[in-house]
């Protein structure tokens, strides 16, 4: 059973524009909602995560929507650049959780210059 | 000075082999974990151990064992290793259990021959 369902498998935006990627989670129990990103050959790396009391979290261009009650939350990257390919992966965990991050597939984004 | 470091970076091995990754993290962490990484990128949580307590995913063969030398160490041995265990293996850690957020190593990529 799949707890965290992410799209688009892969998603090709322009230098410039902005980049989407949506999560849907199943467990209401979750309550943090992460964003990693990782290029070939490193780890995960954090980049935002937000908390369900609030429904958006913004750090420099990349901002975080979450909808509690449709159970779903998104990554909007605004003004991507070539820099920002790499790939995505929305996560959740619940407090005092002790299995870890359940993370979506991912998903490939290329910044076309 | 990385927060956290795995060793090593890549492990060939033949099918059979008991083989070790070694995993440590200098963020004073409580909370450390083993994620594994398949062909298709998908991130899967193995175990959390916090304070000499094991939480094991029920999916994990006994095959794989973590082991604590202290708090700021959590090493994993593979026995008998299988075709299928060829992945990308890393190591992570986080302040506490929970909705926390984790810090993820660069990996180690095992190939089984």
């Known amino acids: 059973q799949q707890q965290v369902k992410q799209s688009p498998q892969s998603l090709i935006v322009q230098k410039g524009g902005i980049s989407i990627i949506n999560c849907a989670y199943e467990?209401?129990?979750?309550?943090?909602f992460p964003w990693y990103q990782q290029f070939p050959g490193k780890g995960p790396a954090l980049l935002i995560a937000i908390r369900p009391d609030v429904s958006e979290k913004k750090e420099g261009r990349f901002t975080i929507s979450f909808n509690k009650s449709a159970k779903q939350f998104s990554l909007h990257i605004m003004d991507s650049q070539p820099g920002d390919s790499a790939t995505y992966f929305c996560a959740a965990s619940m407090r005092g959780g002790a299995d870890g991050l359940t993370f979506g597939k991912g998903t490939h984004l290329i910044i076309q210059p | 000075d990385t927060a956290v470091s795995q060793t090593p970076k890549y492990l060939v091995t033949q099918m059979g082999n008991d083989k070790s990754i070694k995993c440590e993290q200098n963020l004073g962490h409580d909370t450390m974990y083993w994620y594994k990484q398949d062909s298709k990128k998908f991130l899967k949580i193995m175990f959390s151990?916090?304070?000499?307590?094991?939480?094991i995913n029920e999916t994990v063969p006994n095959r794989f064992s973590p082991k604590s030398p202290d708090k700021a160490h959590l090493n994993l041995h593979i026995n008998s290793l299988e075709l299928g265990d060829s992945a990308v293996y890393f190591c992570?850690?986080?302040?506490?259990?929970?909705?926390?957020?984790?810090?993820f190593g660069d990996g180690t990529r095992l190939s089984i021959l």
């Open positions: 467990n209401t129990a979750f309550d943090y």
């Open positions: 151990y916090n304070n000499k307590e094991l939480i």
């Open positions: 992570a850690s986080s302040q506490s259990r929970g909705s926390q957020p984790q810090h």
